[in-house]
């Protein structure tokens, strides 16, 4: 059963640093893409920021030049760094990971159980 489980969220002040990771664990073949998404009460989860198994890395407009994105393929982590936070940033902040369970068979997409990410003064 693989399993990815969050840590690092909290609340921090306007312009304030904050660093979260996601730890997959079970057993499984390879890890491809790596995903960080959020979700606002009452709104769509939205796409953060995506890392490929090469290191190649893509953002949301929002979060371009504040967030960075990184994996650990040997410990099969994910972080995402985040400088100058807004309170537009407050959500509940979930980890994706598209993971092959076994050699040439499919892929499928698993979520962390989320953690919340607040930006106030």
């Known amino acids: 059963q693989v399993q990815l489980v969050e840590s690092g969220g909290g609340l921090v002040q306007p312009g304030g640093s904050l660093r979260l990771s996601c730890a997959a664990s079970g057993s499984f073949f390879s890890i491809n893409a790596m995903e960080w998404y959020r979700q606002v009460p009452g709104k769509q989860r939205a796409w953060v920021a995506r890392i490929g198994t090469g290191g190649s890395t893509n953002y949301a407009d929002s979060v371009k030049g504040r967030f960075t994105i990184s994996r650990d393929n040997a410990k099969n982590t994910l972080s995402l760094t985040m400088n100058g936070l807004k309170p537009e940033d407050t959500a509940v902040y979930y980890c994706?990971?598209?993971?092959?369970?076994?050699?040439?068979?499919?892929?499928?997409?698993?979520w962390g159980q989320g953690t919340q990410v607040t930006v106030s003064s």
């Open positions: 994706r990971m598209i993971i092959r369970l076994y050699d040439r068979q499919p892929e499928y997409q698993y």
